[in-house]
């Protein structure tokens, strides 16, 4: 690699790691203070577990969190291991980067004369958060998810759904206690910042490996050649996916990289750049690799990759 692309690499990578990781701080931050404040999650067991309305619910609290798609990986995984159901935790992960209200005012921001993206691009995010919750809950949760998180996520639900020998604690062969569990206590403001410590600590590092990755990738393919074929309704869209997944760049900031390249690709095809990269991309491998086992990674940027074809086809039949 010649010095000139390995100043570039080194400059994009510090690019999208200083726009990611106050971010990720904000994520690790929300996950801490509802550890402290809500212990046990007995609010999350009461969100609904309907195929449809779970993750329409975990969408909707998308519009509390003022975050990224880096941020709300933290946030997720704290919402399962509390014992949120499956598809309301996958609702909130896969809409909350479009949903919240930096991201809708930013897109607003960077397209003021086509207010169709403005609808269309927290309707498509809803509608792959749905389609992606839907397939997944497909997978048995001990295939989908990561078996640390399972382990954590069972000891908060209640031995009516989980026994002692899934939990691994207690006794194997004693019966279920028949009295209300005793409320769980919260845990010191020490205990709260050494573990959001530690997590923010294994989540930026997974976060630097992306951004590391992302950058070289992208200073040895230049966008240039992926704009080439922008006015083909198909093949832009495939084009515009497949640079959402190198560049990398954050849902908060996204709109305006995507109108620097508005006028010379299909509007589908914009549409699609902005729906798949808050759901996966190369910098985000690692921290989905926290909540997925590789087969439920695999069926997450497969699913979402049809899904968002689907739409920005469906976009290019309407716009053009």
Do not use: Y
């Not at 570039?8 to 550890?35: H, K």
């Not at 604690?169 to 050494?194: D, I």
């Not at 084009?239 to 006028?263: R, T, Y």
């Not at 921290?287 to 086992?293: A, K």
Request: hydrophobic share 55%; with cysteine; glycine share 10%.
């Amino acid at each position: 690699m010649s010095l000139t692309r390995l100043a570039t690499a080194w400059a994009l990578f510090q690019g999208l790691l200083l726009e990611a990781l106050p971010f990720l701080l904000i994520g690790v931050a929300i996950a801490s203070l509802a550890r402290r404040f809500a212990p046990g999650g007995r609010w999350l067991r009461r969100l609904p577990s309907h195929p449809v309305w779970g993750p329409l619910a975990g969408a909707a609290l998308g519009f509390a969190l003022p975050a990224c798609e880096c941020g709300n990986v933290p946030v997720a995984r704290r919402l399962l291991v509390g014992g949120a159901p499956v598809g309301t935790g996958l609702g909130f992960l896969f809409a909350a980067p479009v949903l919240n209200p930096i991201v809708l005012a930013s897109t607003w921001a960077a397209f003021p004369d086509q207010p169709w993206m403005l609808l269309a691009r927290p309707l498509g995010a809803v509608v792959l958060a749905l389609g992606l919750a839907l397939v997944l809950r497909q997978l048995p949760e001990g295939e989908l998810f990561r078996a640390d998180l399972l382990e954590e996520r069972r000891i908060n639900q209640p031995l009516s759904q989980v026994s002692l020998l899934e939990r691994r604690t207690g006794l194997v062969g004693l019966t279920a206690p028949m009295a209300p569990p005793e409320p769980v206590q919260r845990p010191s403001w020490a205990t709260v910042l050494r573990h959001g410590s530690r997590e923010f600590t294994d989540l930026a590092l997974l976060l630097v490996m992306g951004c590391a990755i992302a950058a070289l990738v992208q200073s040895l393919l230049p966008r240039q050649w992926l704009l080439a074929v922008g006015a083909a309704p198909t093949l832009s869209i495939l084009a515009l996916m497949l640079l959402s997944l190198v560049v990398s760049v954050c849902s908060s900031v996204d709109a305006f990289l995507a109108l620097g390249f508005a006028a010379q690709v299909t509007p589908g095809a914009l549409l699609a750049f902005l729906l798949l990269g808050p759901v996966i991309d190369l910098k985000l491998v690692g921290l989905l690799g926290l909540l997925f086992r590789p087969r439920g990674l695999v069926l997450t940027a497969a699913g979402a990759s049809l899904l968002v074809l689907l739409i920005g086809q469906w976009i290019n039949l309407w716009r053009l």
